[in-house]
């Protein structure tokens, strides 16, 4: 019986995941208003639900901040298939994290973060066949230099796991922004 039990609350714990807690002093310290500042250049892969890379991304993102704190990241992707999207994040202060919403993103985020890690959940609106398919989206961004960061996000529909985007982000230095 005593067996059962471990079992049990080991495989409970195993699904838990991970918290923002668990980020807690750890270095370099991911502050979004510091690192998401400026220029910024990213790479990335798209990946299908059995975790095979189904499109590959280059991102320009252009990040500013106003006078009251609200942050927004102009996003430019450009795909291995030709296609572009575009997207723009307002990034608002609110109740200790940073409201998150963009014109694709039909159920708002909230960022917080910790350490060196910022999560973020949020519903996007992503392009299907003809038409288009909402997707839960599960970030985790780890800054692992002050100058890189690296993002995780697991997408699911009905609580079911569909793909993930994984994607390294670099600020860029003054003069190498300007020659992208």
Known sequence: MIWL????????????????????????????????????????????????VIRTFDADITASWDEDGVGTLDEVFRFDDGATETRVWTLTPRDGGLHATAGDVTEPGMMRWQGNTIHMNYVLEVP??????????????????????????????????VGEVVLVIQRLPVNESQNQ
């Open 128 to 161: 299907y066949g003809d038409g288009t398919l909402e997707v839960r989206m599960d970030d985790w961004m780890h800054l692992t230099t002050p100058d890189t960061l690296i993002n995780q996000t697991t997408m699911s529909k009905w609580g079911i796991d």
């Open 5 to 52: 039990c471990l079992v049990s609350v080991g495989l409970l714990a195993g699904c838990a995941g991970p918290s923002l807690e668990d980020y807690r002093g750890k270095s370099p310290e991911l502050v979004p208003d510091r690192f998401f500042e400026g220029e910024l250049f990213a790479r990335g892969v798209v990946r299908d639900f059995s975790g095979k």
